[in-house]
């Protein structure tokens, strides 16, 4: 269980942290003021919904997801396409490198606490079997619903490579991962991968893995430009003006992968309504998007559904390309599906 936690910063990681000029001595912090209060007045009815209205929160039957089709992931061109596998967990291949980003395939997003966090899936771990090599990981943040330990054991023989959020190395090196293999990023820093260039992109979020390490790591999201193509995987956030700043400094963006789900009244600055998430494309120039962080865990009071179904009215009413592929569908950034919605047909 201890090992769920990761590791605690040493002398050497706060000296390292200490030259981030997001860095204020103790903590990491955002680039507006975002606080994370919870008044006690809201506590009852709080706790009253989350233990007693639980209707709708998750899936009747466990939520399918497509078989794995190798063949059919590898061949083709050099350009993006990419496998959604609930939450924000997804398989990419771009200048014909397999990138995962965020894999987070366990069955329990609260591994530590004293009531499981189920998935809505089933045997998801079982998937990473079937992957092929992988070149590149990437962990935007060391949350337990986007850095896995039992999915990190199972990736640590077949990758060559992680890229993470500054001070997440450390949970990576204490599970056994080559440090020589892992590549911390502070916020606009980049780097070349295979002809990819890898920025990561500031969030409005916090980390964390227990409750001595709360902000004593980054968070961020990811771009991804070729020569041909723009991917943008908007990571964890709030809403703010650094979507503006990524769009000016970074796009427009041919594809996008929009945080969308989780959210709630009480921690609202660090996790955006799904009608924000679409504004946030557009403050960043998305050409075509999709909403990821829902399917995979009740982590919020809402229904399981209801992201996504805000996601795509506000995405209609403003007239915007978007896609809501199925668990295990292979898309590209020109998909356009959007007449197609899986989950309606899922109680």
């Known amino acids: 269980m201890r090992k769920q936690f990761g590791a605690r910063p040493s002398k050497s990681d706060l000296e390292k942290y200490s030259k981030s000029s997001y860095w204020n001595g103790k903590i990491f912090e955002n680039l507006e003021e975002t606080t994370m209060e919870f008044a006690l007045s809201n506590l009852p009815k709080f706790l009253h919904k989350q233990f007693c209205q639980k209707e709708d929160r998750e899936p009747l039957e466990p939520l399918p997801i497509l078989s794995f089709d190798k063949e059919q992931f590898e061949s083709g061109n050099h350009l993006m396409k990419s496998i959604w596998y609930g939450h924000s967990a997804i398989l990419m291949q771009l200048n014909h490198k397999n990138i995962l980003i965020d894999p987070m395939f366990g069955l329990d997003a609260a591994p530590i606490a004293p009531f499981k966090v189920k998935r809505f899936s089933e045997g998801t771990l079982d998937l990473i079997d079937e992957f092929p090599e992988i070149d590149l990981v990437l962990i935007s943040h060391d949350h337990y619903d986007h850095l896995d330990y039992d999915s990190v054991l199972k990736l640590k023989d077949k990758t060559k490579q992680f890229y993470v959020a500054l001070g997440v190395k450390r949970h990576l090196v204490s599970w056994g991962i080559n440090p020589e293999k892992v590549t911390e990023f502070n916020w606009w820093e980049e780097s070349v991968f295979e002809n990819i260039k890898i920025t990561f992109t500031p969030t409005r979020h916090f980390s964390g893995r ?31 003006s650094h979507f503006t700043a990524i769009g000016t400094r970074l796009g427009p963006f041919d594809f996008a992968f929009m945080e969308c789900g989780q959210y709630n009244e009480n921690w609202h ?54 896609i809501v592929p199925e668990m295990g569908e292979l898309f590209n950034a020109k998909s356009i599906n959007n007449t197609e919605f899986w989950y309606r047909n899922v109680l």
């Open 210 to 240: 227990g409750l001595t390490d709360r902000a004593k790591s980054l968070w961020g999201g990811w771009v991804f430009k070729t020569a041909e193509e723009n991917i943008w995987f908007s990571g964890d956030s709030g809403y703010g």
């Open 269 to 322: 600055q660090i996790h955006m309504y799904p009608e924000e998430s679409v504004q946030a494309a557009i403050d960043a120039g998305v050409k075509n998007m999709m909403a990821v962080h829902w399917a995979g865990f009740a982590l919020a009071q809402h229904s399981w559904k209801e992201p996504v179904e805000r996601f795509v009215e506000k995405a209609t009413s403003e007239n915007l390309k978007f």
